[in-house]
């Protein structure tokens, strides 16, 4: 998972992190279920993991989702049954809203987001800096049909 993480913050194009966290900053800054790993045999091919997005109450159904793919096993549709199964697993947990905060020049993390019921909320212009550089990041969310309905 580390190596796969770590490939993201080479790219660029998936985090604003420069380096990957401790093993218990990211046990502690994830919630703790939800977090999923597509192998092949026993080599990792991508994972997927939820945030709060806040520690008041009246957010603890509101998460936002974490989805890294490898490099080499990206194109072949493990981005996409992460995210299904991290949004199932997410409605068996009280979870009513997912977030997602991308790069908009990450194209296939907003269309991958987009094909599952995501749909664009906001744009943050010049939110943060990576490398010097201020990006902007498009906001995306998910409401369940299963949890919070009236």
Do not use: C
């Not at 009246?58 to 992460?82: D, F, K, Q, W």
């Amino acid at each position: 998972m580390r190596a796969i993480y770590l490939e993201g913050i080479a790219g660029g194009q998936a985090t604003f992190e420069i380096e990957a966290p401790s093993r218990e900053r990211w046990e502690s800054s994830h919630l703790p279920f939800a977090r999923l790993v597509a192998r092949d045999g026993g080599i990792v091919q991508g994972w997927a993991a939820l945030s709060s997005v806040s520690s008041r109450d009246v957010y603890a159904g509101v998460a936002e989702t974490s989805v890294y793919v490898g490099e080499i096993y990206r194109g072949n549709g493990i981005g996409r049954t992460l995210l299904q199964a991290l949004i199932s697993e997410s409605e068996k947990n009280g979870i009513w809203t997912l977030q997602a905060v991308v790069f908009p020049e990450n194209n296939a993390s907003v269309a991958l987001h987009k094909n599952l019921g995501f749909r664009e909320v906001g744009r943050r212009e010049r939110i943060g800096r990576l490398n010097g550089v201020w990006r902007d990041t498009v906001l995306l969310e998910r409401r369940s049909n299963v949890v919070g309905s009236v």
